[in-house]
Structures are given as structure tokens and as C-alpha cells.
């Protein structure tokens, strides 16, 4: 079992940045891929960012690449997501997650909104 609590989100206008972190219980994390995805009203959700276990493979989706950065702390079993450069189309709950065991793990969501 894994749980996963999101923080971090808020209003923020075009331009600025805000950093979301994933706190995740369990005595696992250390060795957990750990994902970010978002999901914008009427829209499917979406992957954004995922990072491995050691941080050494960091996908991005195209749409964020180059202004989020996904990174971790194993020892805080927290993983975060700096946005910058943000953009009114990143309005969205972003949502952490993981998988272990063949079972899909999220968290409750955090609301991002970037304002005009």
C-alpha cells in the first residue's frame, strides 16, 4: 500500500512559478518510479513528468518540457514538481502517482490555476 498526500498548488498569475511536492507513505519509495500527471476541466488526464527511482531518468511531456523539473528526496519520501514559466494552459489538478505491484496509486489532486 502506498499513499500519496499532494501539496503545493494555488493561483498564480502567467509568468510565475509555483513547486508542488508528493508526500508518500510507506517504507517502498526508495524504490518507486513517481509520476506527475494533470487534468484540466473537460480534458483526459495527462502525463506530465515521471522520475525513477534513483532520479536519473526524467521524462517530460513535450507541453512542459524545459519549464518543470521533477525531482525527489528519498530520504523525505517526497517528490516534487517545479513549475515556472507558467501558463494559463496549465490550469489543472495535478495529480502524484505511483505503481507497485501491478496496482496504480494516486493522490487526492492539488489545484494549479495561472491567471492571465
Known amino acids: 500500500q502506498v499513499q500519496l498526500v499532494e501539496s503545493g498548488g494555488g493561483l498564480v498569475q502567467a509568468g510565475g512559478s509555483l513547486r508542488l511536492s508528493c508526500a508518500a507513505s510507506?517504507?517502498?519509495?526508495?524504490?518507486?518510479?513517481m509520476g506527475w500527471f494533470r487534468q484540466a476541466p473537460g480534458k483526459e488526464r495527462e502525463f506530465v513528468a515521471a522520475?525513477?527511482?534513483?532520479?536519473?531518468?526524467?521524462p517530460y511531456a513535450h507541453s512542459v518540457k524545459g519549464r518543470f523539473t521533477i525531482s525527489r528526496d528519498n530520504a523525505k519520501s517526497t517528490v516534487y514538481l517545479q513549475m515556472n514559466s507558467l501558463k494559463p494552459d496549465d490550469t489543472a489538478v495535478y495529480f502524484c502517482?505511483?505503481?507497485?505491484?501491478?496496482?496504480?496509486?494516486w493522490g487526492q489532486g492539488t489545484q494549479v490555476t495561472v491567471s492571465y
Open positions: 502517482n505511483t505503481a507497485l505491484f501491478g496496482n496504480d496509486y
Open positions: 510507506g517504507r517502498t519509495f526508495s524504490s518507486l518510479t
Open positions: 522520475i525513477s527511482w534513483n532520479g536519473g531518468n526524467t
